[in-house]
């Protein structure tokens, strides 16, 4: 492993893409611990500090950002705005024709693809700002741990001044993770979400060696290796669907004629679907959150409800719909993504066919068939990875210091195993010898 790194810093080429990539990374962590305009720096620490907690959907973003959606800086909305308008622009390809139109014109249509996800970007980066501002204006940002002030101006200029900085953050942030895809070794956005994932592991892991013990650690420790072997397992796993194509005469010289396979993995949805059950969870408390008592101090009953079982995540009602929730849109995402018919018709048009299994509507039924027996164990792997950290609240007792679960080890262990693999591939074309032997 040494020798290989040895050989990654003695190409000149590839050392200057990993010293620009660590150059980016250190500006965008950098970008975490500037405060935004109007934010009383001191009162927000001291209820960071206070705060044991964030549930639901601030507890992603918080996650995605590094820390510094609670921190108010100006990278506090991190890459969570990206994340949603690329998933969003994919799924409005089942909606509009002209999105699946350009998603089949090639290069071309994927840059006009890109150009819309940064619009609806900067959109929903002033958006979920706004939404954060007028959060933390109630004083509603950390809950009851905290009622201190943590904007200085409660006027509109102040306010309109924080959500300039915030959206321009957003893109500052886009920028940089394209410059990493583009001048760095590549995958950017996805490096910088690893980067805000990474950054947090060293202090989970010493608030609990410091609330809890040495061995409580050791367990958590233990634990992630597990995990960790586990994901990558699954993630590695695929089921190969044999594909022959048929030899094709053209004047004195035969094409095609060769085996090989469509991959279906395991996992085809990635961590979307964790991101969608997260944020439709916390809808109702988002919304309770809004709803005041009456005159008489009392709050309507679903308000009730919701505050007993929906923002509490040790809850068995709040992980049951949780898992059902991410079973529920793996099923959506991946029907979304991987379209068997289209699959078909490709492999028709180019004389390719499943051995056994004819072409045109026989070959969709069986991709559909080995599609949704595949994606039953891929739905229930992240249920499972998903649901780790929430059980950890009451089996670990490691509260939300909990690192190896849930969004995090997936995205990990997915980026690390893809940077990986861009660095072994950039090796091999000029040294012939991977990272990895």
Known sequence: MFSAIV???????????????????????????????????????????????????????????????????????????YITASIITQLLRVVIPRFEALHKEGQAGQAKLTQYTRYLTIALGVLQSTTLIAVARQGALFGASCVKPVLVDSGWQSIVLMILAMTAGTGLIMWLGELVTDKGIGNGMSLLIFTSIAAKFPASLISIAQQKSAEVLLIVLA?????????????????????????????????????????????????????????????????????????KGEVADWVTWVSAYLTKGDHPIYMALYFLLIVGFTYFYVAITFNPEEVSDNMKQYGGFIPGIRAGRPTTEYLEYVLSRVTLPGAIYLGLIALIPLIAFSLVGANQNFPFGGTS???????????????????????????LK
Do not use: H, W
Request: a positive charge; charged letters at 15%.
């Open 7 to 81: 050989r990654v810093f003695r190409s000149v080429d590839l050392r200057n893409k990993l010293l620009f990539t660590l150059a980016i990374v250190a500006i965008f962590r950098l970008g975490s611990f500037i405060p935004a305009p109007n934010v009383n720096y001191a009162n927000v620490q001291d209820c960071v500090n206070a705060t044991k907690s964030t549930s639901g959907l601030y507890e992603l973003v918080n996650l995605f950002s590094g820390g510094a959606l609670l921190q108010l800086s100006i990278f506090a909305l991190g890459i969570m705005p």
């Open 223 to 295: 634990v992630g290796i597990v995990i960790v072997g586990l994901v990558i397992l699954v993630e590695q796993s695929q089921r190969r669907v044999p594909v022959q194509y048929a030899k094709r005469m053209v004047g004195k010289r035969s094409y095609g004629g060769q085996a090989t396979y469509i991959p279906i993995k395991v996992n085809m949805a990635g961590v979307v679907p964790v991101i969608f059950a997260s944020s439709l969870l916390y809808l109702p408390s988002l919304i309770a959150q809004f709803n005041q008592p009456n005159d």
């Open 409 to 435: 080890i997936l995205i990990i262990v997915g980026v690390g195993l893809e940077t990986v693999k861009q660095i072994n591939a950039q090796l091999e074309q000029r040294n012939y010898q991977g990272l």
